[in-house]
């Protein structure tokens, strides 16, 4: 099962910019077919940040995704560069997002997305003790921060308000961790 049964005859780099690089293989596909495939490389790990303060509050950032061409309510995310470990990156994003410092992490999730054209890679880490500062965000986000209890950042999600798919994920995966007694 781990052996790749595409054939890979070309590759053409097709367009390159600071966060992706676009690549059309030529192929012979698992059935013999020739054809073309496309795979879209992503130069940073995505991290994402889920924090729970004592009261079970959690922090979301909202902001306007211009691929999607919509508001998107996420937990704090962004990306962490190769030569940055992802916790320093997850530092990074939750302080300049949010303006919150964590004094205790905990890695919840990888996972990959959108693995049928990207090879994009993600990180989630579980973060508390909290302390607050100003945010810093980067000057391409224009962001909006809601603090609410986690209950109800968890209904957004089931309630398909909250569709990026690391905030899914990561809100799941700690409502798991609550109910089965791994967060108190």
């Known amino acids: 099962m781990d052996e790749n049964p595409w054939k890979i005859l070309s590759s053409q780099d097709v367009y390159d910019n600071s966060w992706i690089k676009v690549t059309e293989f030529g192929v012979i596909n698992p059935a013999g077919g020739r054809g073309i495939y ?11 940040v889920i924090v729970l303060d004592a009261q079970l509050n959690t922090y979301l950032v909202g902001q306007y995704r211009f ?5 998107s ?3 704090p995310e962004g990306g962490c560069p190769p030569n940055m470990h992802p916790l ?3 530092k990074k994003e939750l302080a300049e997002e949010t303006g919150l ?3 205790s992490w ?3 999730l990888e996972m990959d997305l959108s693995n049928s054209v990207t090879d994009e890679h993600a990180i989630v880490y579980l973060a508390y003790d909290l302390e607050q500062f100003k945010p810093e965000p980067e000057e391409t986000e224009l962001l909006t921060i809601r603090k609410l209890p986690f209950e109800e950042a968890y209904l957004l ?6 569709t990026d798919a690391i905030s899914v994920a990561a809100i799941l995966k700690v409502k798991l961790m609550l109910a089965d007694g791994r967060i108190t």
């Not at 496309?38 to 994402?48: D, E, L, S």
């Open 88 to 90: 320093d990156g997850a």
């Open 157 to 162: 999600v089931e309630e398909g308000v909250i």
């Open 106 to 108: 905990e890695q919840i």
């Open 38 to 48: 496309g795979k879209v490389h992503f130069k940073n790990t995505a991290i994402g």
């Open 73 to 75: 309510w996420e937990i």
């Open 67 to 71: 691929p999607a061409d919509k508001f």
């Open 101 to 103: 410092r964590a004094a």
